[in-house]
Structure formats: C-alpha cells, structure tokens
C-alpha cells in the first residue's frame, strides 16, 4: 500500500491522499462529495461536467 503517494485531482487540480480513481483519473475526497450535493441547477455544475468530461473522452479514445 502507498498511502503516502499524493495525487492530482482533476478538477480542483490540488494534490490530495483520499480520493477515488476513475479509469485513469483522480478525484479527492471533498471534490467528490460536492459533487454528490452539487445539484444541475447550481452554477457549480457546468464546471464539474466540463472537468470530468476529460474523463469520458478519453475513456472513449
Ligand atoms: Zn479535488
């Protein structure tokens, strides 16, 4: 286990230790849980959609 290992999350673009890895990408713990409350009328929501959307893209290449 590398616990230590520190990682960059999409999209706050800090380095964080807990987060979750989709596919190839990370995504920390506190960005994830906004996102759980972040609801499609907050004007937040437009910048996650674009963030994560790097993911889908290149799941899909
Ligand atoms: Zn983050």
Do not use: N
């Amino acid at each position: 286990m590398e616990q230590t290992e520190r990682k960059t999350c999409i999209v706050c673009g800090e380095p964080k230790d807990e987060g979750i890895t989709i596919v190839t990408e990370f995504i920390c713990t506190s960005c994830e849980s906004e996102m759980v409350r972040t609801s499609a009328q907050d004007e937040k929501y437009p910048f996650f959609v674009r963030q994560l959307r790097q993911l889908w893209v290149r799941f899909h290449v």
